[in-house]
C-alpha cells in the first residue's frame, strides 16, 4: 500500500473544485474541518500508508491502538480522497445542520474508531471461520466505514427515500447494504 509519487492529483484538485462550486460558507463547520483535516494528512501523511493502515495484525496482535484514529484520515491515492471527501460534502451538509455540530463531532469522533474496531472484528471472524490466516494482515485506509455509518444515520434521519444502485431504485434503509455488496464485488481491494 504506497501512495504514487511524482504526477498531478487530479482527484485533488478536482475535490477543491467541487468544494469551491458548493461555497465554503454553506458548508458546515465540523464537515469543513474534517475536509480539511483529510486533505492536510493527504498532503502531509504522518506516516507511510502501511504504518497507519489498520489489521488485525497491527492492532490487535501488535496493539498499535495508533491505527484506529490515524487509519480513517489517510487515502491510498487522491481518487480515492476525492470520492471519499464528496460523500462527506454531501453526507455532513445534510447531516450536521439536522443533528448540530456538536453531535456531529461526537459521532464522527466514535464513527471513526468503531470502524477500526468493526474492521478487525470482521477481519478476525474470517480468519477463524475461513481458516485463513491472510485476513490478519489486510490493511486498510479510509474514510469509507464511517461514510458507511453515516449513510445508515441519515436513512434514519430521512426515511421514505429511494436511492439508485447500479441502476436499480431500491429504498434508502436497504441501498447502503446493496451498495457495501457492490462496491465489494466490483473493488474489492
Request: some cysteine; overall charge positive.
Amino acid at each position: 500500500m504506497q501512495r504514487r509519487q511524482g504526477r498531478v492529483n487530479a482527484g485533488l484538485l478536482l475535490l477543491l473544485y467541487q468544494i469551491s462550486q458548493v461555497g465554503l460558507q454553506n458548508i458546515p463547520s465540523v464537515t469543513l474541518g474534517v475536509l480539511a483535516l483529510n486533505i492536510f494528512l493527504f498532503l502531509n501523511p504522518v506516516r507511510p500508508l502501511h504504518e497507519v493502515c489498520i489489521s488485525v495484525n497491527e492492532g490487535l496482535y501488535r496493539k498499535n491502538w495508533q491505527r484506529l484514529l490515524l487509519s480513517p484520515f489517510h487515502h491510498a491515492d487522491d481518487w480515492h480522497l476525492y470520492y471519499n471527501m464528496i460523500s462527506m460534502l454531501w453526507k455532513g451538509i445534510m447531516l450536521e445542520k439536522k443533528i448540530k455540530s456538536i453531535w456531529f463531532a461526537y459521532i464522527i469522533a466514535v464513527f471513526s474508531v468503531l470502524i477500526g474496531v468493526v474492521y478487525m472484528v470482521l477481519e478476525f471472524m474470517l480468519v477463524k471461520i475461513l481458516d485463513d490466516p491472510s485476513y490478519e494482515i489486510n490493511c486498510a485506509v479510509g474514510f469509507s466505514g464511517v461514510l458507511f455509518a453515516l449513510k445508515v444515520l441519515n436513512n434514519h434521519y430521512n426515511p421514505g427515500r429511494v436511492s439508485s444502485v447500479l441502476g436499480l431504485q431500491i429504498p434508502s434503509k436497504y441501498a447502503c447494504w446493496v451498495e457495501l455488496v457492490a462496491i465489494h464485488l466490483i473493488s474489492p481491494g
